[in-house]
């Protein structure tokens, strides 16, 4: 379930299976096509139960949806005396998500913690391998000056 979400909002949980939508058998885009901010009532199995939980479909671009599922999970969790931030990466392909963990990390919630949780599951994937250096140490910039020179 995707931090921030229209569907975590109304209270669908990683797990549940949505066997109806509005009384007829669920199918996954067919079931919200043409419902664009009209209530449509979900009919899901949550272990034993079945409940049944309104929702409103949006339209949502799939870049803006995983960059603020992203920014949505972050937080920082004390535990035992320590601040140990999370953060969901539902998305790495491109540079836009690279930049919004950049941000959390220096200036943002994820800042000061102890320990980082990067989570990863359930992931799109699309990480390029020079993404990683961000938790690699870096040399710091030096500049060289010859003596002789002024």
């Given at each position: ?98 930049r919004a963990l950049e941000r959390l990390l220096s ?44």
């Open positions: 379930m995707i931090d921030g979400t229209p569907a975590q909002q109304a209270g669908l949980r990683a797990g549940d299976e949505i066997i109806a939508a509005d009384g007829t058998a669920f199918e996954p885009v067919g079931s919200f096509r043409g419902k664009v901010g009209e209530s449509v009532v979900l009919e899901v199995q949550r272990g034993a139960a079945v409940v049944q939980i309104p929702v409103r479909p949006v339209d949502l671009e799939p870049t803006t949806m995983f960059l603020r599922g992203l920014e949505s999970s972050a937080r920082v969790i004390e535990s035992n005396g320590r601040r140990i931030g999370y953060v969901h990466v539902w998305c790495y392909a491109g540079s836009v998500y690279q200036q943002g919630e994820l800042k000061d913690p102890d320990a980082l949780i990067w989570d990863l599951r359930d992931g799109w994937g699309g990480a390029q391998p020079e993404y990683l250096d961000l938790f690699n140490a870096r040399a710091p910039t030096m500049q060289v000056t010859d003596r002789k020179r002024h």
